[in-house]
């Protein structure tokens, strides 16, 4: 049936188009057909939805959430996943390779996304294997790869250790002009490292990975990248020096963007408390002023997206002395909140926060989404700004309930999600 | 924002009694001062025909020793024996962390066998936390752990141990100078002792060590850091050797044993420069040659031996604590 | 009701004692801190040889348990050999007999007594165990409420204060 939606009384908010205004929105056929006080012409609704009171923006895009499938799916499905990414307003995500096995092969990564082909299910973009493995040796079917749906290509959080292997995988990468996502880590220096090298580590008798580690895997990945002309991504900075050494990089022409995850937005080494295990991130939590300069650059633009690094883990790889437990953090359904709460604290303007994980990392993907241009698919996500959401392993959809804000008040409750002008969620009762 | 739930310190219960023995950091001094002065009236049990006393009599006290080290079990097993505890011994490394069988599920096993009190010693730094965290989270707060070393982070017994034992030569805390020197970056002793240093009104902590083995910002635990032993020992009151581990005495920590000694070993030459009746202590094993010379180690102003009889007592002092601590 | 004189009575005491002790054999072990004053007393008043022992029941009370580690326990002395000895156990005041009981268990900790007896300088009644004293020269009743408390003043000179508690 074609539904023909109006979505009636929020206030929209479209980053692309600097809009922020009182407006009703009209779908029709998964795409959206009017945006205004009345209706395009001979337009008649068969459903409404009341936004009274709410935001009305893009669905939200991902440029970094785990499904955990396939191979792990003890920690989640791409059904828990999904009905997270939906309960939390994202609409769009890539998802990073390092699944078992690794999506280095076209065929795992047509199964992947025709699993992900269903109408409730956000529009799912693989980032395929850069190595064979990701054991950064040989060069992956890149160019097979992408036919079969693969949107860029990285080492998830593993690095390629052999330089010369690097330089080539950019160089054949930019040959096509893929684009290439690299998390800067030296592996040396983040030997057995657990938390960031600063007091906290000291203080708590943890391994420490130095800030170090982060510039010099940056200034490789600058030097190479200026050399191969290669599109890099970086993703998951999480120092203010890193920053500034891809401020310098742009400013010397070498056209690079990044990202850092909603933790790294809120939190420092401080939040490890007691050995607190859901405080185990990679890269790992900073120092204060790390994440500060993170917060002033992410929104001065200099950070180019917000993503939710979203990692299920089970609790059994989390109940573990922290050395011990598995790193990352649940976060589909908190990117909204947390970016909302970034805004409130940083005074910004919701349309320049809500750019940061809409139309922004939608061009990083290289795409034409993350907005609600006439014409334009409807992944919209209508949320109510006033409402708490209070984060309890009950509220969260995702399989994994493993989150360092457990136990605390976030702003923003997301009441519906639509992809491709699908109900995907429906929250106004929930 | 400070989201994290775990930033109460789950030592001291709602009475602000000792439920838990983790760490040093963050008791206050009236606590240290109580457990030394409780210790004292102990050292005395040892000299009696009948070396026990009955206030553990009836409970449970299970040593859970992750990571093998004969001399502290020893020492915490005589403790709860002279307090009349039923003790029982597990080298888990060899039995069920080998089966794969995870952290808690070993502590739920004992605390189902009507366990009293864990003495916990794990090579991870917060192992003993994740333990007494769960039993708080599972409503079993009559259970009570002491942390007998854990990882890199604390080791609050020895520590202990060594105020005591600087108590019972100096006195008084408020007019030293101390330094620590060794291994400070792999040690939960220097860990603890700095805490107990800084919380008991020492005026002056000093570490001393190369480079490679200081943790990053050490300085903002209270301390002056010396790289210059010969510098950072004059007129010291207190000298604290630290244990240099095999596997870090070549590498890239450091290129030889013979060089550490001949920068950092304590020898009398180097001792000299502290003040005449400065004490030399030591947490034991000793590695003569290496960070101690053995006319340091067996000379008049070692206190080593007299650390480990005071050791029994102060583990004693914890112990009894904890187990009258109202639940 | 009179507070009794603690310094009367400790000549009372000693009288009540010198026929039967042996300043040779004869050994004090008071109970902390009051009983310890006392016995220091009466080793000068009876001229015994031996030097007289002082515990301290923390360790052995009975009321662990239930009420912790008692703060401020101080260490037992036993300055002479236990097994063999005729023992005298020195107290201020006698009242349930718990800390006798704890008393005579720390005592035999050391060794085997030959005999021991118990010195106190006043009962209040309400014992809660077989305990009795072998030589006291007041006896007075007091309601639970109330305590005797042993006080030791500048001079040495040694009083007893009512409490109520």
């Given amino acids: ?430 | 924002m400070s989201p994290v739930r775990n930033t109460a310190n789950p030592q001291l219960n709602a009475h602000g009694e000792l439920q838990h023995l983790l760490t040093i950091e963050g008791l206050p001094r009236d606590v240290l001062t109580r457990i030394l002065d409780t210790a004292a009236p102990f050292t005395e049990v040892a000299e009696r025909e009948v070396k026990k006393v009955p206030l553990l009599r009836g409970k449970s006290v299970f040593n859970l020793f992750f990571e093998n080290s004969t001399r502290t079990r020893t020492t915490f097993e005589i403790a709860a024996k002279r307090l009349s505890a039923d003790v029982i011994n597990l080298n888990i490394n060899t039995s069920s962390a080998a089966k794969g069988e995870s952290l808690l599920d070993t502590a739920d096993n004992l605390a189902a066998m009507q366990a009293d009190m864990f003495v916990v010693r794990h090579a991870s730094s917060g192992a003993p936390y994740l333990i007494a965290q769960h039993l708080a989270a599972t409503g079993r707060d009559h259970i009570h752990v002491v942390n007998a070393g854990d990882g890199r982070h604390a080791h609050p017994t020895q520590g202990l141990l060594d105020m005591y034992t600087i108590r019972h030569y100096k006195k008084d805390f408020s007019n030293l100078t101390i330094a620590i020197v060794g291994d400070v970056l792999h040690s939960r002793v220097a860990r603890s002792q700095i805490h107990a240093l800084t919380t008991l009104g020492v005026p002056e902590v000093r570490v001393i060590a190369p480079k490679t083995l200081l943790p990053t910002g050490v300085e903002r635990m209270g301390v002056r850091v010396f790289n210059d032993m010969k510098e950072g020992l004059r007129g010291v009151d207190v000298v604290m050797m630290l244990r240099l581990q095999n596997e870090r005495m070549q590498g890239a920590l450091l290129p030889s044993p013979q060089e550490y000694f001949k920068s950092y070993g304590l020898t009398p030459d180097k001792l000299a420069l502290a003040k005449p009746d400065a004490i030399v202590m030591h947490p034991g094993p000793m590695n003569r040659g290496v960070e101690i010379d053995s006319s340091v180690a067996d000379g008049k102003q070692a206190v080593i031996l007299p650390q480990v009889t005071f050791g029994i007592a102060v583990r004693m002092a914890v112990m009894a604590m904890l187990g009258g601590a109202n639940a | 009701m009179p507070i009794p004189d603690a310094e009367a009575l400790i000549t009372a005491l000693a009288d009540a004692m010198r026929p039967h002790v042996d300043p040779a054999r004869t050994a004090l072990v008071g109970i902390h801190t009051g009983g310890v004053w006392i016995a220091q007393r009466l080793q000068a008043a009876l001229g015994l040889k031996t030097a007289s022992g002082a515990i301290d029941v923390s360790f052995y009370r009975d009321d662990y348990s239930q009420r912790g580690l008692h703060a401020g326990a101080k260490s037992s002395q036993i300055p002479f050999d236990v097994d063999g000895a005729h023992i005298v156990i020195v107290d201020d005041v006698l009242y349930t007999g718990r800390t006798i009981r704890a008393a005579m268990n720390e005592l035999f900790d050391y060794g085997r007594p030959a005999k021991v007896e118990l010195a106190v300088l006043a009962d209040r009644g309400g014992r809660e165990l077989p305990i009795a004293p072998t030589y006291c020269p007041h006896v007075l009743s007091l309601p639970v409420a109330q305590m005797l408390a042993l006080e030791k003043a500048e001079d040495g000179k040694l009083s007893f204060r009512l409490i109520e508690k």
């Avoid at chain 1, 592996?187 to 090298?197: E, Q, R």
């Avoid at chain 1, 408390?273 to 500060?292: C, E, I, K, T, V």
């Avoid at chain 1, 993503?307 to 573990?320: G, I, L, R």
């Avoid at chain 1, 006439?374 to 309930?401: E, M």
């Fill in chain 1, 1 to 430: 049936m074609n539904m023909r939606i109006h979505i009636k009384g929020g206030r929209v908010i479209d980053p692309a188009s600097n809009t922020d205004r009182e407006a009703d929105l009209f779908i029709a056929n998964g795409k959206i057909v009017g945006v205004g006080d009345t209706a395009p012409a001979g337009f008649e609704s068969n459903s409404i939805l009341d936004a009274t009171g709410c935001i009305v923006c893009p669905g939200l895009v991902d440029l970094s959430a785990r499904l955990r499938e396939p191979g792990y799916e003890y920690k989640a499905t791409l059904e828990s996943e999904m009905a997270a990414a939906a309960a939390g307003g994202v609409t769009r995500l890539a998802c990073p390779p390092d699944t078992d096995p690794v999506l280095d092969e076209p065929g795992l990564v047509e199964m992947l996304t025709h699993r992900a082909r269903l109408p409730e299910f956000a529009h799912v973009h693989p980032v395929g294997a850069l190595t064979v493995q990701l054991e950064g040796k040989a060069l992956t079917e890149m160019a097979e790869l992408h036919e079969a749906g693969c949107i860029a290509f990285g080492q998830a959080n593993r690095a390629i250790v052999d330089t010369q292997v690097l330089l080539r995988a950019m160089q054949y990468a930019a040959t096509f002009d893929f684009p290439v996502w690299l998390q800067a880590q030296d592996p040396f220096l983040a030997k057995k490292g657990v938390a960031h090298d600063g007091e906290v580590a000291a203080r708590l008798g943890l391994v420490g990975i130095p800030v170090a580690a982060e510039t010099i895997a940056l200034a490789t990945i600058l030097h190479l990248a200026r050399e191969t002309g290669a599109r890099v991504h970086l993703t998951r900075i999480s120092s203010a020096a890193g920053l500034e050494m891809i401020v310098a990089a742009r400013a010397a022409g070498i056209a690079v963007t990044c990202d850092i995850s909603a933790h790294h937005l809120h939190l420092s080494e401080m939040d490890i408390g007691f050995f607190n295990a859901h405080a185990r991130l990679d890269p790992p939590l900073r120092s204060q002023r790390d994440r500060d300069a993170l917060r002033a650059g992410l929104a001065s633009g200099a950070i180019n997206a917000l993503c939710s690094d979203h990692t299920p883990v089970d609790d059994d790889a989390k109940q573990t002395p922290f050395d011990e437990a598995e790193p990352g953090a649940t976060g589909l359904e908190l990117l909204l909140p947390l970016t909302l709460k970034w805004a409130q604290e940083m005074k910004l303007p919701l349309v320049t926060a809500l750019a940061r994980v809409t139309s922004d990392p939608a061009r990083v993907l290289g795409l034409d989404a993350g907005q609600l241009a006439i014409g334009a698919a409807a992944d919209i996500c209508v949320f109510d700004p006033r409402a708490g959401f209070v984060v309890t392993r009950d509220a969260l959809r995702s399989q994994g309930k493993n989150t360092p804000f457990l136990g605390l008040e976030l702003p923003g409750r997301v009441r519906y999600t639509l992809i491709d002008g699908h109900l995907a969620h429906d929250g106004a009762w929930g």
